[in-house]
């Protein structure tokens, strides 16, 4: 794989790094001795002292480079396209290190012949924009690979762009991840339009400098569940463009540590109504109270008991925090507000496959309980008596009038069910006295018969 004098390289750099160079080795015990002698005659009683940190760091080097050993032999198994479901590599490794633009063209072309890799995972400032080109410049197409992590390397939009192949030629990736890398906006807008004709179902954009988004209904990846674009510079135009992706399969979007404010959150909002089973996480951002509440409403609008039974029953999940920068009220009012959401989620979760049972337990919950709704309606700003409550009251007399005719009809008609019960007891007793006589009068003519032969 790699070439001559890159091996020649790597060899040298790994011989000094585990000590098997004579020189170094000589060197290392000379030093090792008179580290030993002068410990020995500052300690005064002869022991030897160990450092404890050096001891660890001696255990991680160890760890490392076994890791990076099994790297190496499983970078040979796809070579020889023998077995091995994951090539897992990190920037540290020496072979890493020394791997020339051509050695990563070559691994890149490996892959693409490789009959069984399921997983690729190169992380940790092992790729920047070159060499990442150049190894999707062979990694052009896949059967087998389903997860490939990239996260926490140095390329940017440049290395994503050369990706696009692979992605529009990968026909079972369900995972990308490409965390904490400065792709920016025209990165993602790039990998995300790529992946509308694959089988992703996570992707993962997370820290990766992003702040205008562009989605096109045409080209939204139809299996994708959950998307991740935490730690990034999202604001209410961002949010204008991802709630399209909220009247699709969406399962859940992860939003937290953006520039999102109120206007966004009522962007949102407006599209979340008709989601389905969605998760949301909106915590760490600009959204003060006020915004919170529009998401209240959404799950559970107490305006009305219509409008309760047409919010949202079917949202998941809904993680949000007004921010101290704008939260236009008190930590109080905002954990309550936040409370109320997650009451409302919960009776969503209690009725996953029945929203018509989770909106009439909402209406129980929060307009039939008085003392619930005048607390809901003081959060919210709305009428705090509920019309509900308003008809109930300008209506007393009449509903306790019906109540006592009610109870005055039962009484009559278990009085006349009785009399009939008896009417008919009478009857039936009248029908067998006269079947008892006919019977009587029926002897009575066969003797008379008997008697007349017998002369």
């Given at each position: 794989?790699?070439?001559?004098?890159?091996?020649?390289?790597?060899?040298?750099?790994?011989?000094?790094?585990?000590?098997?160079?004579?020189?170094?080795?000589?060197s290392?015990?000379?030093?090792?001795?008179?580290?030993?002698?002068?410990?020995d005659?500052?300690?005064?009683?002869?022991?030897?002292?160990?450092?404890?940190?050096?001891?660890?760091?001696?255990?991680?080097?160890?760890?490392?480079?076994?890791?990076?050993?099994?790297?190496?032999?499983?970078?040979?198994?796809?070579?020889?396209?023998?077995y091995?479901?994951?090539?897992?590599?990190?920037?540290?490794?020496?072979?890493?290190l020394?791997?020339?633009?051509?050695?990563?063209?070559?691994?890149?072309r490996?892959?693409?012949?490789?009959?069984?890799?399921g997983?690729?995972?190169?992380?940790?400032?092992?790729?920047?924009?070159?060499?990442?080109?150049?190894?999707?410049?062979?990694?052009?197409?896949?059967?087998?690979?389903?997860?490939?992590?990239?996260?926490?390397?140095?390329?940017?939009?440049?290395?994503?762009?050369?990706?696009?192949?692979?992605?529009?030629?990968?026909?079972?990736?369900?995972?990308?991840?490409?965390?904490?890398?400065?792709?920016?906006?025209?990165?993602?807008?790039?990998?995300?339009?790529?992946?509308?004709g694959s089988?992703?179902?996570?992707?993962?954009?997370?820290?990766?400098?992003?702040?205008?988004?562009?989605?096109?209904?045409?080209?939204?990846?139809?299996?994708?569940?959950?998307?991740?674009?935490?730690?990034?510079?999202?604001?209410?135009?961002?949010?204008?463009?991802?709630?399209?992706?909220?009247?699709?399969?969406?399962?859940?979007?992860?939003?937290?540590?953006?520039?999102?404010?109120?206007?966004?959150?009522?962007?949102?909002?407006?599209?979340?109504?008709?989601?389905?089973?969605?998760?949301?996480?909106?915590?760490?951002?600009?959204?003060?109270?006020?915004?919170m509440?529009?998401?209240?409403?959404?799950?559970?609008?107490?305006?009305?008991?219509?409008?309760?039974?047409?919010?949202?029953?079917?949202?998941?999940?809904?993680?949000?925090?007004?921010?101290?920068?704008?939260?236009?009220?008190?930590?109080?009012?905002?954990?309550?507000?936040?409370?109320?959401?997650?009451?409302?989620?919960?009776?969503?979760?209690?009725?996953?496959?029945?929203?018509?049972?989770?909106?009439?337990?909402?209406?129980?919950?929060?307009?039939?309980?008085?003392?619930?709704?005048?607390?809901?309606?003081?959060?919210?700003?709305?009428?705090?008596?509920?019309?509900?409550?308003?008809?109930?009251?300008?209506?007393i007399?009449?509903?306790?009038?019906?109540?006592?005719?009610?109870?005055?009809?039962?009484?009559?008609?278990?009085?006349?069910?009785?009399?009939?019960?008896?009417?008919?007891?009478?009857?039936?007793?009248?029908?067998?006295?006269?079947?008892?006589?006919?019977?009587?009068?029926?002897?009575?003519?066969?003797?008379?018969?008997?008697?007349?032969?017998?002369?």
């Amino acid at each position: 794989m790699l070439s001559s004098s890159s091996r020649d390289l790597l060899f040298l750099a790994l011989a000094a790094r585990l000590g098997h160079s004579d020189s170094s080795s000589s060197s290392d015990d000379d030093e090792s001795g008179s580290r030993n002698e002068s410990s020995d005659s500052s300690s005064g009683d002869g022991d030897s002292s160990v450092s404890i940190g050096s001891v660890e760091n001696d255990d991680e080097d160890e760890d490392e480079d076994e890791y990076e050993q099994v790297f190496i032999e499983a970078m040979q198994n796809v070579k020889d396209n023998e077995y091995v479901h994951d090539l897992c590599a990190e920037g540290s490794y020496g072979y890493i290190l020394f791997m020339t633009n051509e050695d990563w063209e070559q691994l890149g072309r490996d892959i693409s012949n490789h009959d069984h890799l399921g997983s690729l995972s190169i992380t940790r400032h092992a790729l920047e924009d070159e060499n990442m080109s150049f190894l999707f410049r062979g990694l052009t197409k896949s059967n087998t690979i389903k997860y490939v992590t990239l996260y926490e390397n140095d390329f940017g939009a440049e290395g994503v762009l050369a990706m696009v192949p692979f992605l529009q030629n990968v026909d079972y990736l369900e995972e990308l991840n490409l965390n904490d890398n400065t792709i920016t906006s025209e990165g993602f807008n790039s990998v995300f339009r790529a992946l509308h004709g694959s089988a992703i179902n996570y992707l993962r954009c997370s820290g990766c400098g992003i702040d205008s988004i562009k989605i096109d209904n045409d080209y939204i990846p139809r299996n994708l569940r959950i998307l991740g674009l935490c730690h990034n510079s999202i604001n209410a135009d961002g949010c204008r463009e991802l709630a399209k992706l909220l009247q699709h399969s969406l399962l859940r979007l992860e939003l937290s540590n953006n520039c999102i404010d109120d206007e966004g959150v009522e962007i949102l909002a407006n599209s979340l109504c008709n989601s389905s089973w969605l998760q949301i996480d909106l915590t760490q951002n600009q959204i003060s109270v006020e915004g919170m509440k529009l998401l209240l409403k959404v799950v559970n609008d107490i305006s009305s008991i219509e409008s309760t039974l047409r919010s949202n029953h079917t949202l998941n999940l809904i993680k949000v925090v007004a921010s101290d920068d704008a939260s236009g009220g008190s930590d109080k009012e905002s954990e309550e507000v936040q409370q109320q959401i997650n009451d409302a989620v919960m009776i969503n979760r209690r009725n996953r496959n029945n929203p018509e049972a989770a909106g009439k337990e909402k209406v129980i919950h929060s307009q039939l309980n008085s003392i619930k709704r005048r607390n809901l309606a003081a959060l919210l700003g709305v009428d705090g008596e509920g019309e509900l409550y308003v008809a109930l009251r300008s209506s007393i007399v009449a509903l306790f009038s019906t109540v006592d005719r009610k109870q005055c009809l039962q009484q009559q008609r278990a009085y006349h069910m009785a009399k009939l019960e008896a009417i008919g007891a009478e009857i039936a007793a009248i029908e067998g006295a006269e079947e008892i006589a006919e019977v009587s009068r029926g002897t009575k003519r066969t003797r008379r018969d008997v008697c007349s032969n017998s002369w």
